[in-house]
Every structure is written in structure tokens, then in C-alpha cells.
């Protein structure tokens, strides 16, 4: 059916949310009362669910005996059951149908299984998380030929809450004259689709570039902290969330909360226009000294990406849980990933079979898809959560490979499907 003109004006600046990377393949500060602290959902009784109709996936789907895993059998299970756990309470939360979220997996399907793990608690040794998994979900191969896998990690960078020294790059809370307008709520086939602007006049405009911010003191939105290197923020934007060190010692997260709905364009692509360095060296690794390098071109280097993402402060209650993904649930390293909603339902546990960075050896492994990116586009297409600090940081900057995805189900719903 045809749209009217106006959704296409709409659609130019279209922008989805998320913590993953909105990147390709390669003030006033705020105060301590502004920060918010993470906490888990409780479990609703079935009667609070709202029943919804299945959404069909993109994919082809296979049933297939766990045997077929690569390397399931040498999956130690580490911190499964942790998160097997913190997801079954995403997946059971209710959400109002008006809600313009990502395909997710039914609540419905899940409810018994996740019911089970509730009341075993959360003591389980891995022999046991084992027989639980193989006794309750089945495998499902997303058909096809193997999907990209890239990594994504929680950046850790110094900052201060004012501006001191050497603290002078700003890392912005939302501003107060950004819209966000739902286009699943007036158009039910773009459920999932948000597009951001500012009003001018009467009319609706995208909202400025990084540049314009930049370039416009007066019109920047409050400052949550002051970063002491330009590049460690650009690049904790990029990830979408990252751990802030503070001059006293203490550590919060700037947790993803919105973006200026401009499409993210790639600064090692640009690097590589430039001759200043084959595209396939542009790692995240080589872009950082590359800027250190030319600091007097920081700034052309920065504004070829006109995207910008806002952040809100939270507290750490734990440091194991990373940053919540689009699903809501704080993330756990190694075991969480980005997924495409299309293809895998957020929610969904998945066994994962590809190399680690560089090819050094076999990754496979148990993760949860909880989180999207608006790169992250296609079947097996797969963002891989590291964790948080330098270490996961190179690894994710190493990883561009191959890899295959299974889907695992409850035993008792059949092929997998989403609300």
C-alpha cells in the first residue's frame, strides 16, 4: 500500500535504538541524584501477559539434534545460568502492543520453561545447567550460508563530572528539544521504527550533526561528564555505552539513552579515501594512533561521522553486568550478543559456532540474543558482546569472520516465532 508523502519525509532520518555499535564492519554536569541504578523485572503472573499474534521471522528454520553443535559438549557453561535467568525475566515482563520494540520471543512459549528455572534457583553446577537446557530447548539451525560475526565491547575511559585540566571533551545527557516519534504506533508495519528531529517552527527537522552541536556552544545539550581524550569518547559513542573512571576512584556507567537519528558514517572508510591507510588495517586499534598521531586533525577526522549518541548515567550494582541491551537486560560478557530482530527474536538463547579474533581457534559457544545494532542487518548476522575494558576492546576489534547460528526453542512451541 502506498504511504502518504509525509512517512517518506519521516523515513529520510529514520534511526533505530540500541547499545550495540551503530557502526559498519570495520555545559551542565549532572548530579549524583540524576543517577539512576539498573534493576531486574520481576516475573508477572500469566494472567498479566498480554497475548499477542506471532510475527513471522525472515528465516529458515531446522530442527536439529544437539550432537550437531559444534562444540557444545566443551561449552564450560560459565555464567549460563546467571544469565539464562536475567533473561527469563526480560522475556516474561508484559510490554504494552503499543510498544515499538524489536520482534521478541513470546512470553507465552517461554513462560513454562522460564517458570522451571525460577523455582531451581540460582544454584546450578554446569553438569546440571546442561541436562537443564538439553531437557527443555531444542536446537534450530538459521539456514543458510554463515553470517558476519563482529564484536562490540563496554569501553572504560576516564573522565570528571566538571570541567577541569584535562577533562574538556563532553559526553552529552539527551537534550531537551529532541523528538523521538514512534512510526509503529500510526503505522503497525514499522513497528520498531523511530525517527528523531527537532521541531522548527511548525515543522519537524532532523536534529543537528555531531558537527553542529560541536560548533554550537551555546545550543549543547548538558554535559553528563568531561572526558580526557576526544578519541576514547568518540569511540565510547560508537559502542553505544561504556564505564566512566572518575578523579576520585569511583565508577559509573553512561548508559545509551538516545541518538541525534543521523546515519553513522565510517571514519575508517574515510581514512582509507584519504590514502592514510588500507581499509583493512582500520581497526578501532590503528584509528586511535592514527588520531594521536594528527591531533591538529581531530576535529575533520570526528565530524565525517555525523551521528551522536546521548547517554544517561547509572550506578554499577554489579560488575559482572554489562550495559542493558535493546532487550532491556543488562548484558554479560561472552554470553550476550546483537542480533537482527528480523531473523532471531530478542530473547531468544543461541548456540554460536565461529573463530576467535584473528583465527586463532574455535569460538562456540552458548550466548543470548539481547541486543541489536543498525548494522547489525541479515540472517547470522551476529555482534558479539566481549565485556568491558582494553582486553575486550582488542578482541573486538580484531573480530570480522564466519560464523553459523542454532536457535534454541522450547521443546514444546514448535518452530521458533516472535510477538
Same mark, same amino acid.
Given at each position: 500500500?502506498?504511504?502518504?508523502?509525509?512517512?517518506?519525509?519521516?523515513?529520510?532520518?529514520?534511526?533505530?535504538?540500541?547499545?550495540?555499535?551503530?557502526?559498519?564492519?570495520?555545559?551542565?554536569?549532572?548530579?549524583?541524584?540524576?543517577?539512576?541504578?539498573?534493576?531486574?523485572?520481576?516475573?508477572?503472573?500469566?494472567?498479566?501477559?498480554?497475548?499477542?499474534?506471532?510475527?513471522?521471522?525472515?528465516?529458515?528454520?531446522?530442527?536439529?539434534?544437539?550432537?550437531?553443535?559444534?562444540?557444545?559438549?566443551?561449552?564450560?557453561?560459565?555464567?549460563?545460568?546467571?544469565?539464562?535467568?536475567?533473561?527469563?525475566?526480560?522475556?516474561?515482563?508484559?510490554?504494552?502492543?503499543?510498544?515499538?520494540?524489536?520482534?521478541?520471543?513470546?512470553?507465552?512459549?517461554?513462560?513454562?520453561?522460564?517458570?522451571?528455572?525460577? +523455582? =531451581?534457583? !540460582?544454584?546450578? %553446577?554446569?553438569? *546440571? &545447567?546442561?541436562?537443564? #537446557?538439553? /531437557?527443555?530447548?531444542?536446537?534450530?539451525? $538459521?539456514?543458510?550460508?554463515?553470517?558476519?560475526?563482529?564484536?562490540?565491547?563496554?569501553?572504560?575511559?576516564?573522565?570528571?563530572?566538571?570541567?577541569?585540566?584535562?577533562?574538556?571533551?563532553?559526553?552529552?545527557?539527551?537534550? +531537551? =528539544?529532541? !523528538?523521538?516519534? %514512534?512510526?509503529? *504506533? &500510526?503505522?503497525?508495519? #514499522?513497528? /520498531?521504527?523511530?525517527?528523531?528531529?527537532? $521541531?522548527?517552527?511548525?515543522?519537524?527537522?532532523?536534529?543537528?550533526?555531531?558537527?553542529?552541536?560541536?560548533?554550537?556552544?551555546?545550543?549543547?545539550?548538558?554535559?553528563?561528564?568531561?572526558?580526557?581524550?576526544?578519541?576514547?569518547?568518540?569511540? !565510547?559513542?560508537?559502542?553505544?555505552?561504556?564505564?566512566?573512571?572518575?578523579?576520585? /576512584?569511583?565508577?559509573?556507567?553512561?548508559?545509551?539513552?538516545?541518538?541525534?537519528?543521523?546515519?553513522?558514517?565510517?571514519?575508517?572508510?574515510?581514512?582509507?579515501?584519504?590514502?592514510?591507510?588500507?581499509?583493512?588495517?582500520?581497526?578501532?586499534?590503528?584509528?586511535?594512533?592514527?588520531?594521536?598521531?594528527?591531533?591538529?586533525?581531530?576535529?575533520?577526522?570526528?565530524?565525517?561521522?555525523?551521528?551522536?549518541?546521548?547517554?544517561?548515567?547509572?550506578?554499577?550494582?554489579?560488575?559482572?553486568?554489562?550495559?542493558?541491551?535493546?532487550?532491556?537486560?543488562?548484558?554479560?560478557?561472552?554470553?550476550?550478543?546483537?542480533?537482527?530482530?528480523?531473523?532471531?527474536?530478542?530473547?531468544?538463547?543461541?548456540?554460536?559456532?565461529?573463530?576467535?579474533?584473528?583465527?586463532?581457534?574455535?569460538?562456540?559457544?552458548?550466548?543470548?540474543?539481547?541486543?541489536?545494532?543498525?548494522?547489525?542487518?541479515?540472517?547470522?548476522?551476529?555482534?558479539?558482546?566481549?565485556?568491558?575494558?582494553?582486553?575486550?576492546?582488542?578482541?573486538?576489534?580484531?573480530?570480522?569472520?564466519?560464523?553459523?547460528?542454532?536457535?534454541?526453542?522450547?521443546?514444546?512451541?514448535?518452530?521458533?516465532?516472535?510477538?
Amino acid at each position: 500500500m502506498r504511504k502518504p508523502s509525509s512517512l517518506l519525509v519521516l523515513l529520510a532520518f529514520l534511526a533505530a535504538c540500541s547499545t550495540a555499535p551503530l557502526q559498519d564492519e570495520d555545559g551542565l554536569a549532572v548530579s549524583p541524584e540524576d543517577i539512576t541504578e539498573v534493576t531486574l523485572f520481576d516475573v508477572p503472573p500469566l494472567s498479566a501477559l498480554p497475548d499477542t499474534a506471532p510475527r513471522p521471522l525472515k528465516g529458515s528454520y531446522r530442527a536439529v539434534p544437539w550432537a550437531d553443535l559444534p562444540g557444545w559438549s566443551a561449552d564450560g557453561l560459565d555464567q549460563v545460568w546467571k544469565a539464562f535467568i536475567n533473561n527469563c525475566r526480560g522475556l516474561m515482563r508484559p510490554t504494552s502492543g503499543a510498544l515499538a520494540l524489536p520482534a521478541r520471543a513470546a512470553p507465552r512459549v517461554w513462560q513454562p520453561v522460564c517458570r522451571r528455572a525460577l +523455582d =531451581d534457583g !540460582l544454584d546450578k %553446577d554446569p553438569a *546440571a &545447567v546442561r541436562e537443564f #537446557l538439553q /531437557g527443555h530447548l531444542r536446537p534450530w539451525r $538459521l539456514e543458510g550460508p554463515g553470517g558476519l560475526v563482529t564484536g562490540y565491547y563496554e569501553p572504560l575511559i576516564r573522565a570528571s563530572r566538571t570541567r577541569q585540566g584535562d577533562y574538556q571533551w563532553p559526553l552529552y545527557a539527551v537534550p +531537551d =528539544d529532541l !523528538l523521538t516519534i %514512534d512510526l509503529g *504506533a &500510526v503505522y503497525p508495519e #514499522l513497528a /520498531g521504527k523511530r525517527v528523531r528531529g527537532k $521541531l522548527q517552527g511548525r515543522r519537524v527537522v532532523p536534529y543537528d550533526t555531531r558537527a553542529q552541536i560541536d560548533a554550537h556552544p551555546d545550543r549543547q545539550p548538558p554535559a553528563i561528564v568531561w572526558a580526557d581524550d576526544p578519541i576514547e569518547a568518540f569511540f !565510547l559513542q560508537i559502542q553505544g555505552s561504556g564505564r566512566v573512571r572518575l578523579p576520585d /576512584g569511583s565508577t559509573i556507567r553512561l548508559a545509551y539513552a538516545d541518538h541525534n537519528g543521523r546515519p553513522y558514517a565510517s571514519i575508517g572508510q574515510w581514512l582509507a579515501q584519504q590514502g592514510e591507510m588500507p581499509l583493512a588495517q582500520a581497526s578501532m586499534q590503528n584509528i586511535k594512533a592514527w588520531a594521536r598521531r594528527h591531533p591538529e586533525r581531530l576535529g575533520e577526522l570526528l565530524s565525517v561521522n555525523p551521528a551522536m549518541v546521548f547517554f544517561r548515567a547509572e550506578t554499577i550494582v554489579d560488575p559482572e553486568l554489562g550495559p542493558r541491551g535493546a532487550y532491556g537486560v543488562p548484558l554479560i560478557g561472552q554470553r550476550a550478543v546483537a542480533v537482527d530482530a528480523d531473523y532471531v527474536p530478542l530473547g531468544t538463547p543461541l548456540f554460536l559456532a565461529t573463530q576467535q579474533p584473528g583465527g586463532t581457534g574455535p569460538l562456540q559457544r552458548l550466548v543470548f540474543a539481547q541486543d541489536t545494532g543498525a548494522a547489525i542487518q541479515g540472517p547470522a548476522r551476529v555482534d558479539f558482546y566481549w565485556g568491558t575494558g582494553d582486553e575486550a576492546g582488542a578482541r573486538a576489534g580484531r573480530m570480522k569472520q564466519k560464523g553459523h547460528v542454532w536457535l534454541l526453542w522450547p521443546v514444546s512451541a514448535g518452530a521458533p516465532t516472535a510477538r
